[in-house]
T-cell receptor, first 116, second 111 residues
Framework: DAGITQSPRHKVTETGTPVTLRCHQTENHRYMYWYRQDPGHGLRLIHYSYGVKDTDKGEVSDGYSVSRSKTEDFLLTLESATSSQTSVYFC???????????????FGSGTRLTVV | GQQLNQSPQSMFIQEGEDVSMNCTSSSIFNTWLWYKQDPGEGPVLLIALYKAGELTSNGRLTAQFGITRKDSFLNISASIPSDVGIYFCALIKAAGNKLTFGGGTRVLVKP
């Protein structure tokens, strides 16, 4: 499996402060994703990237921005954190570029963010 | 947007029992995926289904892709304590290879 790490694993921040979460992968996969997980909602897509500097919005993108300046790193930024953004955030990579029959996605271990 | 309904939301199971959960979508898709999430970890792929009617097993897990291509179920046979976790169904949207997840089924095993 591709190496995928998220940092930090846990963070507590105050309302109104900026926060950046980092996702790092080691196998040059093209597609990377940020999801948030909340009780009763499963995982919902925030933003995704299909290459360096190529990103697009998911279903819950308001209040979030992303950047991908290198293949291996995908950053999620909360410009001004709000309590509604308290959640567990997961990064994922898609293996599809390894071959058309590989539909695998690998998820990081998550970042638990609390906005107080 | 895409509606993906998963049921039940949670269940307590007796060790050794067989259990079943299912997902339905409001649209037709070509791929169904089933994931399991252990506490404190990200989801891990269990089974992928690519064709209507397909029945696929992975150890004690069996999943089927419904004939209408709008539903799928996952069965766990002979439950054991390590089956505890949250199970998600998911669909792939071709544009951007994006996953859409169901709300999850939380499985708890009675001691």
């Amino acid at each position: 499996d591709a190496g995928i790490t998220q940092s930090p694993r846990h963070k507590v921040t105050e309302t109104g402060t900026p926060v950046t979460l980092r996702c790092h992968q080691t196998e040059n996969h093209r597609y990377m994703y940020w999801y948030r997980q909340d009780p009763g909602h499963g995982l919902r897509l925030i933003h995704y990237s299909y290459g360096v500097k190529d990103t697009d919005k998911g279903e819950v993108s308001d209040g979030y921005s992303v950047s991908r300046s290198k293949t291996e790193d995908f950053l999620l930024t909360l410009e001004s954190a709000t309590s509604s953004q308290t959640s567990v955030y997961f990064c994922a990579i898609n293996h599809r570029d390894r071959g058309k029959d590989d539909y695998g996605y690998t998820f990081g271990s998550g970042t638990r963010l609390t906005v107080v | 947007g895409q509606q993906l309904n998963q049921s039940p939301q949670s269940m307590f199971i007796q060790e050794g029992e067989d259990v079943s959960m299912n997902c339905t979508s409001s649209s037709i898709f070509n791929t169904w995926l089933w994931y399991k999430q252990d506490p404190g970890e990200g989801p891990v792929l269990l089974i992928a289904l690519y064709k209507a009617g397909e029945l696929t097993s992975n150890g004690r897990l069996t999943a089927q892709f419904g004939i209408t291509r709008k539903d799928s179920f996952l069965n766990i046979s002979a439950s054991i304590p390590s089956d505890v976790g949250i199970y998600f169904c998911a669909l792939i949207k071709a544009a951007g290879n994006k996953l859409t997840f169901g709300g999850g089924t939380r499985v708890l095993v009675k001691p």
